[in-house]
């Protein structure tokens, strides 16, 4: 009898496998989740893009007010597609959105939002290597963390934000956070 | 559509070609050599299972900027892997480090190893308890049909 | 017209490959002549139609009928011919389609060449290879149909990735399909085996050659994958653990270990449980591997569009075909009968050892590529597991196996005896440890160059050792030549082909220890005129110009390698912009010497007027690809051996 159950084991291990391969089809192997959840945003002390008259980004403008930081650069193609939305977040008021324009002409971030619109409360130039960036984690553009009024990261959306993302997810978790 | 879009995009960031770039190698051979031992162990989390040394996407070429710039600095290169990990996680280390989530991973082939050993002593041995089951042969009888067998050959 | 014929021999293949099946196992089960013999017909019937509809295919692409979606997405009307012909196969549908006519092939290769084999057991093997066909086909009609038409056909197509425009390229998946389907006709085999409870030689004698077969294809074509690898991407690299090579490699380690067993079965009777569920994993696991290529559950460089609904169907087919036949063999195969036995030191307790590491190899591979699934499915977050990892695992492995590799052919049937062995392989011990001694001394004698020493040292021992193995048997020093000559031709050709396949492993160990060790590689802006020192030569940028082709624009370099003042080559390697799709490449140019390449890869122009420019000195690289072409070599002079040739009545001799 027991010799016979040893038979039985490769179909047990592959019924196994079965269930995460099951599983693996509806997980998304390229989502990266963020590791910087609930921690303080990084240190940063950005410069402003030039001309636009703020006097860039630093930590301490994501104290004391939940913010939303998005990842934006000139040469990003999806940004342009996420732009209106943004625009549109700005004209509601519900939160002010900080923006990072990464690996950019400093220059050509500034005529980007001069052509597209500028919805941002502040802008830090991240020039390449974008180290402020990095010490977000950010692995393209456009990006987005919410942060709360501590300075902590609580959310990372990747990839555009759009209705669907807005209402669903972002909006709720800033709503709560701003109680 | 949208899927395919961002396949191709994907795609288009990720093509493998020349990464590791003249201008951004450091003077110092010796320095440059343990970045290149660094940036082969690091995952370019933009493109799936390459090093950022082996892609020549633009978070890849940035990364590898910081190694250099992180051992310049006087970072042992587990500093510098570690200054990445904080940041991306252990996703970005091709060589997974031992700990509660990857124990499987790293004591399973010795695992199979010790299963295989057993499975093929018990093949043995079952095959033993056959044998003293079907052939009453003694030792002695055993040997002697052994050599002959061999003398055959 | 043409398209639509193919669609139509597709779905009438469906129903045929259906009658297949269904014919075949009842046929067998009644013992009905006729309804065995309507499944044969069935079998001939599905190549014909699986020829026709990619045929048609083919066709499509050769002319260029945009208004078929896949052509389309695919191809290109300035392509080279070659290339659109690869075309058919360089993607998602196509390669299905490639898939299951080189399936259709090989059943109705069983069908025409199985004269001899016993009526019930040829009905069960053509019944299960008809089943195993109806679920591709399936997949191709309902999931990934190569014949949809577009509603607007557009100008021109998209083209083929020029990474894939190739010819190392357009020959690999079609000699990695012809492994795996290859592996298809022994897990029929093994099925049809346990359905009737009975294994033995014959059936063994039955397997042995597919499985030679499609081991030689597999061998092949993983070898053509990486040389393309080597010579294509331009960084110098041959293999990166990434999962798609692992999908092959897995078939290809539990392949080996089923050629392997399947001898002790042949010879002994032995072993012959273990040898079924080899043939089922061996199936399995190609099986697997188009899972994970085509469903997008684990990320890989290589990537065909995936697609979640694809997958879920891949998966179901998985579950019917290794979820049924491991079922099938936990009910049937404890009531095989063992046969007979032999001590752990033994030729069969050889075979058995190197069954034992390649099925660990191979489980460790399936960890190492699943793990990040693994992980994140039961919430873990993700991980990742990269080529350290594997390196780190796959070595300890080979090292008890290769040095095993030498000694297990010398030992006898049944119980060998080591030490004996050990004593007559001791000029081989000494000539591979002079072998590697050399090699450190040439080296330059580097401590850190120890392990390298210590794996060309084995590669010798698996080298000399193969081949005194040969001289034993032909008693080569110990009989006049005459007598020796006389030996070595009556060896059959089974040994001479383990014999030659081994010697190419040892090849192969040479050329990864080599590259992996004593690589050099010079990455640096060069000005027209300027010299770099690449290991013995001064290599100079003479000249560098745009060469037009016929569906790019390249940027040509052209290097001169002198020694002491001497030109002795030049090489030209290409900087290649695609124009569609709009996508660079780069064209190594190498040039290979006994003992390594030279390998120079031209970049684009560097900002101050240079060019960005790569060489390398690749190390023993040319014994890598001889020793793949040697393993292959051997298994096909195996499968020449008379025992081994299809049709052919068995004959009585012994080695």
């Not at chain 2, 600095?73 to 990990?85: E, I, M, P, T």
């Not at chain 3, 273990?274 to 994993?281: E, F």
């Amino acid at each position: 009898m027991k010799s016979r159950l040893a038979y039985l084991l490769p179909v047990l291990i592959f019924v196994g496998l079965l269930g995460f391969f099951f599983k693996g089809l509806f997980l998304d192997p390229k989502a990266i989740p963020s590791v910087l959840i609930d921690k303080p945003v990084p240190n940063i002390d950005l410069a402003a893009l030039p001309g636009r008259g703020d006097t860039g980004l630093k930590s301490e403008h994501l104290k004391g007010q939940v913010s939303l930081v998005n990842i934006f650069g000139s040469w990003c193609v999806a940004c342009v597609a996420e732009h209106p939305y943004l625009m549109k977040i700005k004209a509601e008021g519900s939160v002010p959105i900080m923006g990072i324009d990464w690996r950019d002409d400093p220059k050509a971030g500034m005529a980007w939002l001069q052509k597209h619109g500028d919805p941002y409360e502040r802008v830090g130039a991240d020039p390449a290597p974008g180290h402020a960036s990095v010490d977000f984690g950010v692995t393209g553009a456009p990006e987005s963390f919410v942060v709360d009024r501590d300075g902590r990261i609580r959310y990372k959306h990747v990839g555009i934000i759009d209705d669907r993302v807005w209402k669903q997810t972002l909006l709720p978790i800033i709503k709560e956070l701003q109680k | 559509m949208k899927r395919l879009m961002l396949a191709l995009m994907a795609l288009a960031i990720c093509s493998p070609a020349l990464a590791v770039d003249p201008g951004e190698m450091l003077k110092d051979p010796a320095l440059e050599a343990r970045a290149r031992d660094v940036g082969a162990e690091l995952r370019c989390v933009v493109c799936q299972n390459q090093s950022i040394d082996d892609s020549d996407a633009d978070l890849a070429k940035d990364l590898r900027q910081i190694v250099r710039e992180r051992i310049t600095a006087g970072d042992s290169n587990d500093q510098v892997k570690q200054y990445l990990v904080d940041r991306y996680g252990d996703y970005v280390l091709l060589r997974p480090p031992f700990n509660a989530k990857t124990v499987l991973l790293w004591l399973g082939p010795l695992g199979f190893a010790i299963a295989a050993f057993f499975i093929g002593r018990a093949y043995y041995r079952r095959q033993k308890q056959e044998a003293v089951a079907l052939s009453p042969l003694s030792a002695q009888e055993s040997a002697e049909i052994d050599r002959l067998m061999k003398d055959r050959n | 017209m043409i398209a639509e014929a193919g669609h139509f021999a597709l779905a009438l293949a469906l129903f045929v490959a259906l009658a297949q099946g269904v014919l075949g196992l009842y046929g067998a089960q009644r013992g009905d002549k006729a309804i065995m013999g309507a499944a044969s017909g069935a079998g001939v019937a599905l190549m014909l139609l699986t020829c026709l509809a990619l045929a048609s295919l083919t066709y499509s692409y050769v002319i260029s009928d945009f208004s078929l979606v896949n052509v389309a997405t695919n191809s290109h009307s300035a392509k080279p011919m070659l290339y659109k012909i690869s075309g058919v196969w360089g993607n998602h549908e196509g390669s299905l389609m490639l898939w299951v006519t080189i399936l259709a092939v090989f059943g109705a290769a069983v069908v025409l060449s199985g004269r001899n084999l016993p009526p019930h057991l040829k009905a069960r093997v053509i019944g299960v290879q008809g089943l195993v066909a109806l679920s591709f086909l399936a997949f191709i009609l309902f999931t990934s149909n190569p014949f949809e038409r577009l509603a607007r056909p557009p100008l021109d197509g998209n083209g083929l990735n020029p990474l894939l425009q190739d010819p190392g390229l357009a020959f690999h998946p079609p000699f990695l399909y012809l492994g795996y389907v290859g592996f298809s006709i022994a897990f029929s085999f093994a099925i049809a085996a346990l359905i009737e409870g009975r294994v033995d030689a014959a059936w063994a004698r039955w397997v042995r050659p597919w499985t030679l077969a499609a081991w030689v294809f597999l061998t092949l074509g993983i070898g053509l994958g990486s040389w393309w690898a080597y010579y294509e991407l331009g960084w110098g690299g041959w293999w990166y653990w990434d999962p798609v090579e692992n999908a092959s490699f897995m078939p290809w380690l539990a392949g080996t270990a089923l050629l392997h067993s399947a001898i002790v079965v042949e010879k002994r009777d032995a072993l012959k449980s273990w040898t079924i569920l080899l043939a089922i994993l061996t199936f399995s696991l190609s099986l697997l591997g188009t899972f994970l290529v085509r469903s997008g559950v684990i990320t890989s460089v290589h990537s065909f569009a995936s697609d979640p609904g694809r997958g879920l169907f891949i998966l179901a087919m998985l579950t019917a075909v290794a979820g049924g036949s491991l079922m099938l063999y936990a009910i049937r195969a404890p009531s095989l009968k063992a046969g007979g036995l032999f001590a752990p030191v033994s030729r069969e307790g050889g075979l058995m050892f190197n069954n034992l590491i390649m099925s660990t190899a191979a489980g460790s591979v399936l960890l190492g590529t699943l793990y990040p699934l693994f992980v994140d499915a039961l919430g873990g977050g993700k991980v990742s597991v990269g080529p350290p990892f594997f390196n780190s695992v796959f070595i300890p492995l080979m090292i008890p196996m290769i040095a095993a590799m030498a000694v297990g052919p010398m030992l006898t049937w049944k119980r060998g005896d080591l030490v004996g062995v050990l004593l007559r392989l001791k000029f081989v011990l000494a000539a591979s440890l002079v072998f590697a001694g050399l090699v450190w001394i040439s080296t330059g004698g580097r401590i850190g160059d120890l392990a390298a020493i210590g794996g060309m040292a084995l590669a010798a021992w698996l080298f000399f050792g193969s081949l005194w193995e040969l001289g034993e048997r032909a008693l080569l020093f110990k009989a006049p030549w005459a007598e020796a000559s006389k030996r070595l031709r009556q060896i059959p050709l089974a040994a001479w082909g383990m014999t030659v396949a081994h010697a190419g492993v040892a090849l192969v160990i040479v050329g990864i220890v080599g590259s992996s060790t004593w690589m050099e590689e010079h990455i640096q802006n060069m000005k027209i005129g300027e010299t770099v020192r690449l290991r013995d030569a001064d290599v100079k940028l003479d000249s560098a110009q745009e060469v037009p082709g016929p569906n790019y624009n390249a940027l040509q370099g052209n290097f001169v390698f002198s020694r002491d003042g001497k030109e002795f080559l030049r090489l030209s390697p290409e900087r290649r912009q695609y124009r569609m799709p709009p996508r660079p490449t780069t064209e190594t140019a190498i040039q290979s010497t006994f003992l390594g390449d030279y390998y120079t890869v031209i970049s684009d122009p560097a900002p101050g007027g240079g060019y960005v420019t790569r060489f390398y000195w690749q190390p023993m690289i040319p014994w890598l690809w001889t020793g793949i072409l040697v393993m292959t070599l051997g298994g096909l002079i195996s499968l020449f051996d008379r025992r081994h040739r299809v049709g052919v009545p068995q004959g009585k001799r012994r080695p």
